[in-house]
């Protein structure tokens, strides 16, 4: 079993709220991600980290942000919910592996529907 | 750059074989293979990196063509609990960071 928690699993908010979605993982891995799926579709990378006071953005451009000032927790804010951030985001973890990605751990997503 | 998967979709009755396969236009080093099921996260099925190493926890099994930057999951004897969307990951040189998913192959295993 993985050790990687979400929360909020279900969020809505509405219009220009702030929210922050919460990621802690107990595997000691040093990166972690954040992908962005709508249902049935495929999984974008908006943010990653390698580890501490490390984060860089995906290939899906975000008005998100992250940070990642302890191993264990990479949370993702966003300062201003509009409804085109409706989706569900995916937390994850890989074991370190020298030269390549190791297995990815999902959370279970939180799911943000922005009214 | 995403990888291409095909086919986008399948639908078997149990029992039966399923091929998905899995392109990119540049080179790789590592594919990953999850599989997703509905309202549910991405599970790990497999690695296999450039030079044939595989490192999996089930018993599917998978190719990876270097030179023509393809992979291919096979599923044979398919069962009910296959069903579910699967997803290639690719991950290219320089230490592979980024890992890009394909768009998925939703797989129908019917009774």
């Known amino acids: 079993e993985a050790d990687i928690y979400q929360t909020p699993r279900y969020l809505v908010i509405g219009t220009g709220k702030k929210i922050t979605l919460e990621c802690s993982q107990t595997m000691g891995h040093d990166k972690m991600y954040w992908y962005q799926q709508d249902p049935g579709m495929e999984l974008h990378l908006i943010h990653y980290s390698y580890g501490v006071n490390s984060t860089e953005k995906g290939d899906l451009s975000s008005e998100s942000t992250v940070s990642r000032i302890r191993t264990e927790h990479f949370p993702l804010t966003l300062e201003s919910a509009r409804p085109s951030h409706t989706s569900q985001y995916l937390c994850?973890?890989?074991?370190?592996?020298?030269?390549?990605?190791?297995?990815?751990?999902f959370g279970e997503g939180s799911r943000l529907t922005v009214l | 750059q995403q990888p291409v998967q095909s086919p986008q979709a399948v639908i078997l009755r149990e029992g039966e074989d399923a091929v998905i396969n899995c392109s990119s236009s540049?080179?790789?080093?590592?594919v990953h293979w999850y599989r997703q099921k509905h309202g549910e996260a991405p599970v790990f099925l497999m690695i296999l990196l450039k030079g044939g190493e595989q490192k999996g926890h089930e018993k599917i099994s998978a190719s990876f063509n270097e030179k023509k930057q393809q992979s291919s999951l096979y599923l044979t004897a398919s069962q009910l609990s296959y069903s579910g969307t699967y997803f290639c990951?690719?991950?290219?040189?320089?230490?592979?960071?980024?890992?890009?998913f394909g768009q998925g192959t939703r797989l129908t295993i019917n009774p």
């Open positions: 990951g690719t991950g290219g040189l320089q230490g592979a960071q980024k890992l890009v």
């Open positions: 994850a973890s890989s074991v370190d592996e020298e030269g390549y990605t190791g297995e990815l751990f």
């Open positions: 540049k080179a790789l080093y590592s």
